[in-house]
């Protein structure tokens, strides 16, 4: 019977290790949002904008979690400002992008990011 109980708890141990493993991952990434713009907000924005974020303005401005849960207007609205803030430079932060450097888009990322946030905001108008 021992054997039973200790097999039983390796296995209940590695279910627990999977399964934190799998929720984890899940989590590092917004769902619902195109893979060439998931990539560059995940590098560029998700640290600071995400549910699980230490950072409380930041994920109140902006949850991209939630993002596609949000209704109608709210969302067209955080879609207007993820554009503004893009064009204004004013994200990400430079205060952030000197300690990560690494994590300032490019150009192009961020005229990518900028095009879809407007596009995806029109379209929402135009339901």
């Known amino acids: 019977m021992k054997k039973y109980g200790f097999f039983l708890l390796i296995f209940a141990m590695a279910a627990f290790l999977i399964s934190g493993t799998l929720i984890s ?3 590092l ?3 619902g949002l195109p893979d060439d713009i998931s990539k560059i907000v995940e590098n560029s924005c998700y640290g600071c904008h995400n549910t699980d974020s230490k950072n ?3 994920k109140e401005d902006l949850d ?3 993002l ?3 209704k109608k207007v709210k969302k067209i609205t955080t879609l207007r400002d993820i554009a503004e803030v893009l ?3 004013e994200m990400p932060p430079e205060k ?3 300690k990560y450097p690494d994590k300032k888009p490019t150009e192009k990322e961020k005229a990518a990011l900028i095009k879809w946030a407007k596009k995806e905001s029109e379209a ?3 339901n």
Request: avoid cysteine.
């Open 25 to 27: 991952n899940s989590s």
């Open 29 to 31: 990434s917004p769902e």
């Open 56 to 58: 409380d303005d930041a």
């Open 64 to 66: 991209f979690n939630t």
């Open 68 to 70: 596609k849960d949000l």
């Open 87 to 89: 064009e204004e430079n």
């Open 96 to 98: 952030f992008l000197e």
């Open 124 to 126: 929402l108008i135009g």
